[in-house]
């Protein structure tokens, strides 16, 4: 294991400069060998990073050096990095919500567990030697973002099995889709992908059970529909790869859908999106109405990611 050093000297007059490089410091999640000596695994990255908070430090008058270290006892500075305490109390947090769940709660227990979520990402970019404590936080934390949803939609489907076969989008024109009434972000998501990128003709059918849906219907986002979850993929990610989707926008927008819908990776807009989205759930009774409100949403987000942005 290679290891870098940063050795740094600040004035102590300058206290903004110092707050500067301890924060960018303790982001990194280096560990302290003593004041002004810190250590990380030598990572392109990290040599990058503490690179840039050396010239930082001398930009500010200080002193700053970034090296590699052969020290024979090396071996021993993964124990530096042990984050153990830090998960244990992140699973105590996961309890402590679980504890507060119920019908009335699921929301807002859903909106905490997010914070959770972002919380336990940022703990394991900083893990460099990832262990079981890693893992029992993680589910733990999936198994809460699961049962909030599932309250918060009780008919979700549960994962299918079989293997995805890629379709013709011309034998899909001019059909009627159907899924669950009051639809949330897989199915708003998926309805128009549907309408913008399958069926340009589609038509929508808001059922208020699946047990409700016409023989000659697409069902989408239940149990026994056309395209629904299967393994890791959210129904708008099915959809994806079941009519060869494959560009990079309409992969960053799935990224986002699993996210709200199952829970996972944070991409950084997704806690935006979903604001936006119950706030259209909440002003429009019709579900017609919120399917084009929802539009224009993933309209533009689609537009910024094609750009790049």
């Keep these: 294991m290679s290891w870098i050093l940063l050795i740094l000297s600040l004035p102590t007059g300058n ?4 707050m500067r490089a301890w924060r960018s410091i303790k982001t990194l999640g280096a560990a302290s060998l003593r004041d002004g000596v810190y250590l990380l695994p030598a990572r392109p990255d990290h040599v990058d990073k503490l690179e840039g908070i050396a010239r930082d430090v001398r930009q500010a008058g200080g002193v700053a ?39 009335d709660s699921a929301m807002d227990v859903m909106k905490e567990s997010r914070r959770l979520r972002k919380r336990f ?97 697409l069902g989408f986002d239940f149990d026994g529909a056309a395209f629904t979850h299967v393994a890791e993929k959210v129904t708008f990610e099915t959809l994806l790869a079941s009519f060869d989707l494959s560009q990079p926008a309409l992969h960053r927008i799935g990224e986002m859908v699993h996210y709200l819908d199952v829970g996972g990776h944070q991409p950084p807009e997704a806690s935006g999106v979903e604001c936006v989205l119950m706030g259209l759930r909440a002003t429009y009774g019709d579900d017609g109405q919120l399917l084009l409100a929802a539009n224009m949403v993933f309209d533009s987000l689609y537009s910024t990611y094609a750009k790049g942005k």
């Design 65 to 103: 050096h970034v090296l590699p270290t052969d020290d024979p006892e090396a071996d021993g500075f993964s124990a530096l990095f042990d984050r153990s305490e830090e998960y244990e109390a992140l699973f105590s947090a996961v309890a402590e919500l679980r504890s507060r769940l119920s019908p």
């Design 121 to 217: 990402t940022t703990l394991s970019q900083i893990d460099f030697f990832p262990g079981a404590a890693l893992a029992h936080a993680d589910n733990a934390l999936r198994e809460l973002e699961t049962d909030a949803s599932r309250i918060l939609s009780p008919d979700e489907p549960l994962p299918a099995s079989n293997p995805i076969p890629v379709l013709k989008r011309e034998d899909y024109q001019g059909r009627v889709w159907a899924t669950r009434s009051r639809p949330w972000v897989d199915r708003l998501a998926s309805a128009w992908l549907i309408a913008r990128f399958i069926d340009p003709a589609a038509r929508f059918l808001w059922l208020a059970s699946p047990n409700d849906c016409p023989d000659d219907a």
């Design 15 to 18: 206290a903004t400069a110092r």
